[in-house]
């Protein structure tokens, strides 16, 4: 090999390696969610955003959905058993630091995942993402699910990441403007006895502002709204940027800091495919 060959070895093994770490200091995320298709949201997007934050991503997937960012077509949810199985054997053979759950779909899943994660990791931080309705307007999670969702799984979390939406259905009134957000933040906080993130992207203001309320004590983070901006997969990816913070030892408020820059970056640096606007993670 040339010298100038040897050299240019030399600098791509450094490109190659200059992230690595030990595994041992590698913090282990877990996400147990739905299969997205397009790549877009669910677990494939949870991935993407472990790895761009150097966690080591692990996963248990609860349901395969055909869609894109503007039709969901199928759903097949996978076995209970077989998503208990995945769990248990991710803790079997990983020292997993945080978890997040996004799309669960059905009350037998629910169950078992919150019975499971009871079992097996009842101090790991847990950000649930409560997937209720597809960005497409399709229903996510069947309605028989929704009591168990409140009355058994959101009572273990470290922090709940509902959009407005989703917010509003677990309130049970309508969400119209930030005073209204902070309020249902704040009595979702203590009906639940956790912390709730929620999100008032779909507000439609000049600001992106989230509120993370513990009991009465409100932290507020905001950026500018940035135009057009409506690209698919965001609270996946935010709930994810924050499970692999918690992973990293954050405390929470510091956490929800970090992966509000990050989705902002995300979306800031969005680019097109196709017919739709996708997040670029990277």
């Given at each position: 090999?040339?010298?100038?060959?040897?050299?240019?070895?030399?600098?791509?093994?450094?490109?190659?390696?200059?992230?690595?770490?030990?595994?041992?200091?590698?913090?282990?995320?877990?996400?147990?969610?739905?299969?997205?298709?397009?790549?877009?949201?669910?677990?494939?997007?949870?991935?993407?955003?472990?790895?761009?934050?150097?966690?080591?991503?692990?996963?248990?997937?609860?349901?395969?959905?055909?869609?894109?960012?503007?039709?969901?077509?199928?759903?097949?949810?996978?076995?209970?058993?077989?998503?208990?199985?995945?769990?248990?054997?991710?803790?079997?053979?990983?020292?997993?630091a945080a978890i997040k759950t996004g799309m669960l779909f059905s009350r037998p899943i629910i169950e078992?995942?919150?019975?499971?994660?009871?079992?097996?990791?009842?101090?790991?931080?847990?950000?649930?993402?409560?997937?209720?309705?597809?960005?497409?307007?399709?229903?996510?999670?069947?309605?028989?699910?929704?009591?168990?969702?409140?009355?058994?799984?959101?009572?273990?979390?470290?922090?709940?990441?509902?959009?407005?939406?989703?917010?509003?259905?677990?309130?049970?009134?309508?969400?119209?403007?930030?005073?209204?957000?902070?309020?249902?933040?704040?009595?979702?906080?203590?009906?639940?006895?956790?912390?709730?993130?929620?999100?008032?992207?779909?507000?439609?203001?000049?600001?992106?502002?989230?509120?993370?309320?513990?009991?009465?004590?409100?932290?507020?983070?905001?950026?500018?709204?940035?135009?057009?901006?409506?690209?698919?997969?965001?609270?996946?990816?935010?709930?994810?940027?924050?499970?692999?913070?918690?992973?990293?030892?954050?405390?929470?408020?510091?956490?929800?800091?970090?992966?509000?820059?990050?989705?902002?970056?995300?979306?800031?640096?969005?680019?097109?495919?196709?017919?739709?606007?996708?997040?670029?993670?990277?």
């Amino acid at each position: 090999m040339k010298p100038s060959q040897r050299k240019a070895q030399i600098k791509q093994n450094h490109k190659l390696t200059r992230f690595s770490r030990p595994f041992s200091s590698i913090p282990v995320t877990l996400t147990i969610a739905g299969s997205d298709s397009s790549g877009g949201a669910g677990i494939q997007a949870d991935l993407k955003t472990f790895s761009t934050l150097r966690t080591y991503g692990t996963s248990a997937i609860t349901s395969v959905v055909a869609e894109h960012p503007g039709r969901v077509s199928t759903i097949v949810p996978i076995p209970t058993r077989n998503v208990v199985d995945q769990i248990r054997l991710i803790f079997e053979a990983y020292p997993v630091a945080a978890i997040k759950t996004g799309m669960l779909f059905s009350r037998p899943i629910i169950e078992a995942v919150s019975d499971e994660l009871k079992s097996l990791a009842p101090r790991v931080p847990l950000v649930i993402d409560p997937v209720m309705v597809a960005s497409s307007g399709a229903p996510l999670l069947q309605p028989a699910a929704i009591s168990v969702l409140r009355k058994k799984f959101l009572p273990q979390a470290t922090v709940v990441t509902p959009n407005r939406d989703e917010a509003a259905l677990l309130w049970g009134k309508p969400i119209r403007n930030l005073e209204e957000l902070e309020r249902a933040g704040i009595e979702l906080s203590d009906r639940f006895g956790v912390a709730f993130l929620v999100k008032g992207g779909h507000l439609q203001s000049k600001k992106a502002v989230d509120l993370l309320c513990v009991g009465s004590k409100v932290t507020v983070y905001q950026t500018a709204m940035i135009p057009g901006a409506n690209p698919h997969g965001t609270g996946c990816t935010l709930s994810a940027a924050l499970a692999a913070s918690l992973a990293k030892g954050l405390p929470l408020p510091k956490a929800v800091a970090a992966a509000k820059r990050f989705i902002t970056h995300a979306v800031r640096t969005r680019f097109q495919l196709g017919k739709f606007r996708v997040l670029n993670q990277i």
